[in-house]
């Protein structure tokens, strides 16, 4: 039913030829047995009877055998474009099956991403200094709370711009949206920034102050 390697398409394309040569061939016929009883050296009344003969039995054995190649033809035709059917809903299916695939693989890069980044970024090496005098390294204010926050604010983004796409509003409200996301997530990096602990001050150089 399904033609994988083209293989049935190729039979059926030169099985249409060969009826089409054959079909041409037939039309030729009869003109060409007209054309042969107008030649002069056949102009006898026995001759042209017999002609005469020939290109009526020759007429009907010709649209016969014309009738049954067109037949042959239709048939080929209505099985060609069952294959190209058959074909083209086994690709639809296999297209379908990988958009689903795609969009499984692309709800678990969203829900994953988020946390990664964050894994990443409180990984930073001046994220983890431990306190001045101490060998413990303090939680900043900023940690937990952005575990929760950046998941919830990237599956909202997620979320609208698949919404504002399924809707096809304007363009003002995905870039409004966009907008507000990017003013929260720069709102949480700054206080994420500003709760790192702080390195102690070490001053290269000569001293400012004059030695006793």
Known sequence: MFDQSFDRSKDYFVALQLLRIVDEWLDEIVPSLKELR????????????????????????????????????EQINSLRDGLF????LRESTKA?????????????????????????????????????GSGVVSEPSAFRNSFIVMPLLTYALVIGVAWAVGKRNSGRALLDLLREYWGKSWSLMRSAWTSRPQLPWRYRGSSPYPEA
């Open 96 to 132: 379908m099956a990988l958009n689903q695939a795609i969009y499984v693989f692309t709800v678990v890069t969203v829900l994953f991403t988020p946390v990664s980044f964050l894994a990443t970024f409180w990984a930073l090496p001046f994220l983890n200094n431990p306190k001045e």
């Open 85 to 88: 059917s058959a074909t083209s």
């Open 38 to 73: 107008m030649k002069p050296g056949l102009t006898h009344t026995e001759a042209e009877e017999n002609l005469d003969a020939a290109i009526r039995f020759m007429t009907g054995r010709a649209g016969a055998v014309q009738n049954r190649v067109r037949r042959k033809v």
